[in-house]
């Protein structure tokens, strides 16, 4: 009778071994960075767009001029019915607003006009390999997302 061993591994073997990289896993996961992907960078967009047409409505609706503000310091787009979309810190985030609107100061807005008119202006979001560029037709008011290519720094 010869007393052979077995090669391998035991089922105990392999569960503590699952049960090891899985702690390692939950310990270490919050700590790795999560970059904003492409498509989560369109959803971004998107939210922005439908924040900035539903102040263009509402303006229509109610006869009064509602402004959409624009905080790139905090990163955040807050509609006139108080609803905000906040950008994560790896989207760069930039706003080119007119100096002056129907004689009177931007101040960090984008205004829409009971008539549907706005003052326009443009809000740019760039991750990594794309930058999307949201346009406010001043004449029309109408919004549009633009694609730009490359986003650089």
């Given at each position: 009778?010869?007393?052979?061993?077995?090669?391998?591994?035991?089922?105990?073997?392999?569960?503590?071994?699952?049960?090891?990289?899985?702690m390692?896993?939950?310990?270490?996961?919050?700590?790795?960075?999560?970059?904003?992907?492409?498509?989560r960078l369109?959803?971004?967009?998107?939210q922005?767009?439908?924040?900035?047409?539903?102040?263009?409505?509402?303006?229509?609706r109610?006869?009064?001029?509602?402004?959409?503000?624009?905080?790139t310091s905090?990163?955040?787009?807050?509609?006139?019915?108080?609803?905000?979309?906040?950008?994560?810190?790896?989207?760069?985030?930039?706003?080119?607003?007119?100096?002056?609107?129907?004689?009177r100061?931007?101040?960090?807005?984008?205004?829409?006009?009971?008539?549907?008119?706005?003052?326009?202006?443009?809000?740019?979001?760039s991750?990594?390999?794309?930058?999307?560029?949201?346009?406010?037709?001043?004449?029309?008011?109408?919004?549009?997302?633009?694609?730009?290519?490359?986003?650089?720094?």
């Amino acid at each position: 009778m010869s007393d052979e061993r077995q090669r391998g591994f035991t089922l105990l073997e392999m569960v503590c071994v699952l049960a090891i990289v899985a702690m390692l896993a939950s310990v270490a996961l919050p700590y790795l960075p999560r970059q904003t992907s492409r498509p989560r960078l369109q959803a971004y967009a998107l939210q922005a767009v439908t924040l900035l047409k539903s102040d263009r409505a509402a303006s229509m609706r109610s006869g009064t001029r509602i402004d959409t503000q624009i905080d790139t310091s905090r990163r955040l787009i807050r509609a006139g019915s108080g609803a905000a979309l906040k950008l994560p810190d790896d989207v760069a985030f930039q706003a080119t607003l007119p100096r002056s609107c129907q004689h009177r100061p931007v101040l960090a807005t984008i205004s829409f006009f009971p008539d549907g008119l706005s003052c326009g202006g443009a809000i740019t979001m760039s991750r990594a390999d794309l930058s999307l560029e949201i346009r406010v037709n001043w004449l029309t008011g109408n919004i549009d997302i633009v694609p730009r290519g490359v986003a650089h720094g």
